[in-house]
Each structure stands twice: as structure tokens, then as C-alpha cells.
């Protein structure tokens, strides 16, 4: 710890009030709700505060002045007398509460209406800073044992969900991570990631949510597990029959496509759904030739005055 006369800027005969103002200008500035992505400045906040704390109580600067304690608050030695066993910093107490002292508390409450009323991270259920939580050994302010969790949402594609691949997830802070997936993850799943959350400077970071959402695929339409794709055909395909090529999530695979095919009805393919649990069906258009076709035309002519068949009701 250093100097507490240095950290708050003032000299060794500064008078209680300009003690107060010095310590105003630094929490205000340094505030973690002002500052929520810089560690540092959380640091410096704790560090501001215990100064404060230390200077504010007249027995505690007096002793500090007299080189009895250290900026940490502790005895310099280890006798049994004043500075020793049964005196010395008092560390016990909450710091600031001395006889007559106007604590970091106070001060913290004048501008605590201007972050919300409240210490910042208690409604999302992570970190929550407590300037006072402390006993002393670190001046009385800092962050709990944790730091605050994050939540960060990553779209995903149903093929690399279906291989549990790993994908890249980048964080607040702009950092890149490779996140391996679950093995049958599910939308709106979440994926913890130990430490990577809000930064702490007084304890160890959070951790990070990572919510799993599945992006809309070009090839696929998802139903739960089962899968759903369209192929198109020509004409002749549909009605001689062919083998025709078909996405799946573990690749394209050849379909033996029956003559006159019913392209009312979707082919399905088992177990070539999601995670192999599900089935993929495989819905067939009939595409025209384009421009149009003389032949066809005849064609399509002589089926409807000399073959007609319904289709409708």
C-alpha cells in the first residue's frame, strides 16, 4: 500500500477537510459504476478509500504519522505495548468510524443516488461491490470474492451444432475465444466459461454465460430434431426418376429418386436428422425449363385435352 498521503494527493499537514474533498474527487472518479470495464480504476477506487479511511480517523493517522502502523493499517512491531497486542490500529472496527469521523461511507452516499441508489452488479446476481466489506487487511474496500458473471449470445449453425464443433466467441472486451460445444446443445442453452467474466482487482474474475442460438440455415429448416430441405428437380427427373444429390448436416449423400415421383409428399431419410435422433425429409420442386419450351407446351396441351387427371378437389 502506499503512501496515504500520496494516494490522496494531499500534504502531511492537510486539514480533515481537505482530506474529504481529496478523497470526493478520486471516488467520484474512480467509482466501479463509473468504470465498469477498467480494473484499474477499481483498484485505485479501493486503494483511494482505504487511504481516506486511514487518514479520517485521528488515532489512526496520529499513529500512522508516528510510524506506529503502516499504510496497511498494521503495527510496525510487535511489542505489547500501544502500537503492540492491544493497541495499535484497532483494525476491528469498521474503518472511518472513529469518534467523530466522517467515514468513506458518508461520502459515498452524497453521490450514490447518482449511480442508481445502489452498488452496481446485485440485480444481475453476480459481483456486487461492497466498499466496506472488508475487515481492515485491505483497507476496508474492494470487491467480494468474485467478480461479476457476464452473459454473451452466439449464433450457431445446425451443422456445427450437430458435430459439437468448436466455434469462436468473442467477448466484451474484444477478445476472440474457442468454445467447444456440448454434445447435443440445445437453443438457449447456456455454456459456462470460468473466469473469463468481469474482471476483479481484489479477488478472482467472474465467469461468462455464453447462450447458444441457432442461426437461420440456408439448406435446413429445423423441426426439434427433425430436419427439412428442398431439392430441386427437372422436369424429366420427376417423372423418368433419377439419382439426385442431397444436403444432410454430415454432407451431401445420393437419392434414388422413383419415377413419377409424388413432389405432394416429402422423401425421408432416418436418422440423418439432428444428432442422428431426428429424420431429414427431403421436399422436391419441379422446375421448368426457362423461357419456355415449344414441345412441352404441345405436350402439356395434348395431356390436357386428351389425358386430363385432378389434382384438386
Avoid: C
Avoid at 111 to 118: K, N
Avoid at 276 to 285: A, E, I, Q
Wanted: glycine content about 14%; cysteine-free; hydrophobic content about 35%.
Amino acid at each position: 500500500m502506499r503512501d496515504p498521503y500520496t494516494v490522496l494527493g494531499v500534504s502531511r499537514s492537510a486539514s480533515e477537510k481537505d482530506i474529504k474533498s481529496a478523497y470526493r474527487k478520486l471516488a467520484k472518479k474512480f467509482h466501479p459504476d463509473q468504470n465498469p470495464n477498467d480494473p484499474s480504476a477499481h483498484g485505485k477506487f479501493a486503494e483511494a478509500t482505504h487511504a481516506y479511511d486511514l487518514l479520517n480517523d485521528k488515532e489512526k493517522r496520529g499513529q500512522y504519522d508516528r510510524g506506529e502502523i503502516d499504510a496497511e493499517g498494521n503495527p510496525r512491531f510487535a511489542g505489547f505495548g500501544n502500537g503492540g497486542f492491544g493497541g495499535g490500529a484497532s483494525r476491528g472496527a469498521r474503518p472511518g468510524a472513529g469518534a467523530g469521523a466522517f467515514s468513506a461511507e458518508d461520502i459515498l452516499k452524497e453521490f450514490m443516488s447518482g449511480f442508481g441508489g445502489q452498488p452496481r452488479g446485485g440485480a444481475r446476481g453476480g459481483a456486487q461491490w461492497d466498499p466496506f466489506a472488508g475487515t481492515g487487511t485491505a483497507g476496508g474496500a474492494g470487491m467480494r470474492s468474485k467478480g461479476e458473471d457476464i452473459v454473451v449470445n452466439v449464433a450457431i449453425s445446425l451443422e456445427d451444432a450437430h458435430k459439437a464443433a468448436s466455434v469462436p466467441v468473442r467477448m466484451p472486451s474484444g477478445k476472440m475465444l474457442s468454445v467447444k460445444l456440448p454434445e447435443k446443445v440445445e437453443e438457449g442453452q447456456q455454456i459456462r466459461l470460468k473466469g473469463q467474466g468481469a474482471a476483479n482487482p481484489l479477488g478472482e474474475p467472474g465467469d461468462a454465460l455464453v447462450t447458444i442460438r441457432f442461426e437461420k440455415s440456408k439448406s435446413f429448416r429445423r423441426d426439434g430434431h427433425d430436419v427439412r430441405t428442398d431439392v430441386p428437380v427437372t422436369l424429366y427427373e420427376a417423372v423418368l426418376g433419377a439419382k439426385v444429390r442431397v444436403p444432410t448436416l454430415d454432407g451431401p449423400v445420393e437419392l434414388n429418386l422413383p419415377p413419377g415421383v409424388d413432389t405432394s409428399k416429402a422423401l425421408r431419410l432416418k436418422g440423418k436428422g439432428l444428432y442422428g435422433d431426428g429424420d431429414l425429409y427431403v421436399n422436391v420442386r419441379v422446375v421448368l425449363p426457362p423461357g419456355g419450351d415449344a414441345d412441352l407446351e404441345a405436350l402439356a396441351r395434348f395431356m390436357r385435352d386428351q389425358k386430363p387427371y385432378k389434382v384438386r378437389d
